[in-house]
Structure formats: C-alpha cells, structure tokens
T-cell receptor, first 114, second 112 residues
Framework: DAGVTQSPTHLIKTRGQQVTLRCSPK?????VSWYQQALGQGPQFIFQ???????QRGNFPDRFSGHQFPNYSSELNVNALLLGDSALYLC?????????????FGSGTRLTVV | GQNIDQPTEMTATEGAIVQINCTYQ??????LFWYQQHAGEAPTFLSY????GLEEKGRFSSFLSRSKGYSYLLLKELQMKDSASYLC?????????????FGRGTSLIVHP
C-alpha cells in the first residue's frame, strides 16, 4: 500500500519563476494538506483541500495556490518565487478533515530558489 | 493563536533516557501530538495526548498537563537510530479540521 507520494523530490528554480509541486495521497485518503518547512523549523501550514475545494488556509500570500483533482491528488503552485521560498514542502493526507492518527506525511519536495 | 516552545537541540548517550519538553499557549486545544522526523524524511506520528497523564508506547512515553500547558516525550534505552528531530504539535479546537500547529522541533543527537 503506497503511502503519500510527492514529486519531484528536488527542484532548483530561479527567482521570479513559477513552480508546481505534486502530491498523491495515501490510498483511501481524501483530504490533502500542504506545509512549508524551512531549515531548522517546524512545518508551517499552507492550506488544506477536501472535495476539490480549499477548506482552510494558513498565513501565506496569494502567490501560493493549489488544486485538488477528482482522484484526490493535489498540486501546490508558487508564483514569482523568492529566495525565502526555499524550503521542504510537505504534503499530508488523511481519511477526512478530522482524522488524527491517520494523518500521513510524504517525504517532501526540496525546493531551492537561486 | 498558538505558541509552541521546545529546546532546539539535545544530546544523549546510547542506552540512556532523555526527556524532551514542550510548552504551549493556545486559544483552543484538542490534543498534543509528537512526531519524529529523520533528516530528509517525512514526519511520522509517535503519540497523541488529549487527557492529562502519561501515555506509554514501548520505549516512548508522552505526558500532558493541560493546566500547565506542558508536555514531554520520554525516550528510554536510546538507540543510535533515535537521532532525529522531534516535533511537538498542538491540535485545533474541538470540532475543527485536524491541522496540527508545529513547534520548531528538537534535534536529538544520540552518541555512542
């Protein structure tokens, strides 16, 4: 049973460019959340998707946007990249909005902005 | 809002016991969680406390005092593979979606 898969694993982009990160949730999970984890910091919540809609959003600018597809997979898009966007981007999936113990993280995408 | 505080780094010896503390201030509370994260890997769920007291799970135990806004993770019989970052996270107010708020993590280094 595959867990949460994210692609790509590593990415290097230039300031001002745009990037799309992808996440496939664990089988049976329908809720996807995205986090940004800077070096030496804990994960910071970006937004959560359920039933193809953004349900909750953290304190991130509109440059960060997302999408959820009918098969529950999700994308995170970041426009006009800044050096400060360099981080590990984690996707987490769960059975539903309130699931706790089943909250499963992927291994992340390491984004470097130069 | 929520504020979570935990030590940045700790070191311990293989075979020993280590306690990682976490204090929190939150406008709402519905559980405290501990995750383990090895370098370059996904955080993995360790424990969940919603009531005061000690929860034991093998070599790992977690304690919660809601009145004090305090939790700790206790690791016994330390092994080299326990070297990792340990993240304390607070759950949302009751009824809300589960979106844990994380502390910055404690990097634990286990040496021989």
């Amino acid at each position: 049973d595959a867990g949460v898969t994210q692609s790509p694993t590593h990415l290097i982009k230039t300031r001002g460019q745009q990037v799309t990160l992808r996440c496939s949730p664990k089988s049976g999970h329908d809720t996807v959340s995205w986090y940004q984890q800077a070096l030496g910091q804990g994960p910071q919540f970006i937004f959560q998707y359920y039933e193809e809609e953004e349900r909750q959003r953290g304190n991130f600018p509109d440059r960060f946007s997302g999408h959820q597809f009918p098969n529950y997979s999700s994308e995170l898009n970041v426009n006009a990249l800044l050096l400060g966007d360099s981080a590990l981007y984690l996707c987490a999936s769960s059975l539903n909005l309130k699931s706790v113990a089943g909250y499963t993280f992927g291994s992340g995408t390491r984004l470097t902005v130069v | 809002g929520q504020n979570i505080d935990q030590p940045t780094e700790m070191t311990a010896t293989e075979g020993a016991i280590v306690q990682i503390n976490c204090t929190y201030q939150t406008s709402g509370f519905n559980g405290l969680f501990w995750y383990q994260q090895h370098a370059g890997e996904a955080p993995t769920f360790l424990s969940y406390n919603v009531l005061d007291g000690l929860e034991e799970k093998g070599r790992f135990s977690s304690f919660l005092s809601r009145s004090k806004g305090y939790s700790y993770l206790l690791l016994k019989e330390l092994q080299m593979k326990d070297s990792a970052s340990y993240l304390c996270a607070v759950g949302p107010p009751s009824g809300g979606s589960y979106i844990p708020t994380f502390g910055r993590g404690t990097s634990l280094i286990v040496h021989p």
